[in-house]
């Protein structure tokens, strides 16, 4: 039997690196895309590069995603690439739309021209939702976008949906709650709380500055995710899929569990500062998974205490083998 291709970009992401593990599980040959840039970093695949490869393109080019396409043959594309980061999305709104919004049309189109039978996967995100009309959120609710990136997932989602309908093409998007890992980047808060509590043990901290402690999310376990990505393309007819856990957790929880995994007081250390206030803030995501779990069987396996506890071990562990610092 022929082995499956598939093509991951954003594949040095979290999300992507996960992706890149499992359909490497599933036998599959896995391209991974990369912008040629002096600051790619592959931390997170390096376990895997001599399973993968890995080709230059970019989602500001479209005949580099055509060269690919055309060379590679994938029968499956997961586009993960992304200007992924909120607050960066408010002091690069053009390039954040340039990425996350347009890059969605390039690819798609480039599937279009060259091959029309390649199984597309666009994620899509919670975000679009932004201010909330109605809780929880599932396929159906109205979207109400709260910042930059929002607005450009919003557009990439509608794109999607629209080569799907006008070209018959089997186009669908995974709409994932937030999913969080030790492979989070430390821009993002979950792993900022994680790796911060970590220092903050090892005596390397004093206090973990943060913005709004009451937003609340519906975290979930990153591979849990990825898993229902794979799993969208294998169905008999393309569709859209809310990806949550159904349970909803602040961010003042969230670094009260994390603290307390290490036994400490987060009173005794967290600041709130102001610098890291959105303008526009998301207080409220939490989605339902009804249809992710009666129509691909899916059900997350990784609980909110667990998926923090393991973000803050798997945090301990690297800020223990780091070399400590000498002084001259």
Known sequence: MTKKTALITGITGQDGSHLAELLLEKDYEVIGMVRRTSTVTYDRIAHLRDRLTLVPGDMLDQISLIHILNEHRPSEVYNLAAQSFVQTSWNQPVFTGEVTALGVTRLLDAIRIADPTIRFYQASSSEMFGKVRAVPQDEDTAFYPRSPYGVAKVYGH????????????????????????????????????????????????????????????????????????????????????????????????F????????????????????????????????????????????????GFEELVSRMVDADMAIVAAAPTPTTA
């Open 158 to 253: 509608w794109i999607t949906i629209n080569y799907r309908e006008s070209y018959d093409l089997f186009a669908t998007s995974g709409i994932l709650f937030n999913h969080e890992g030790p492979r989070r980047g430390l821009e993002f808060v979950t792993r900022k709380i994680s790796h911060t509590v970590a220092r903050i043990k090892h005596g390397l901290e004093h206090e973990l500055r943060l913005g709004n402690l009451d937003a609340r999310r519906d975290w979930g376990w990153a591979p849990d995710y990825v898993r229902a990505m794979w799993l969208m393309l294998q169905q008999d007819a393309p569709d859209d899929f809310v990806i949550a856990t159904g349970d909803t957790h602040s961010v003042r929880e």
């Open 255 to 302: 670094v009260d569990v994390a603290f307390r995994h290490v036994g400490l007081d987060w009173q005794e250390y967290v600041v709130q500062d102001e610098r890291f206030m959105r303008p526009a803030e998301v207080d409220l995501l939490v989605g339902d998974p009804t249809k992710a779990r009666e129509k691909l069987g899916w059900v997350p396996e990784v």
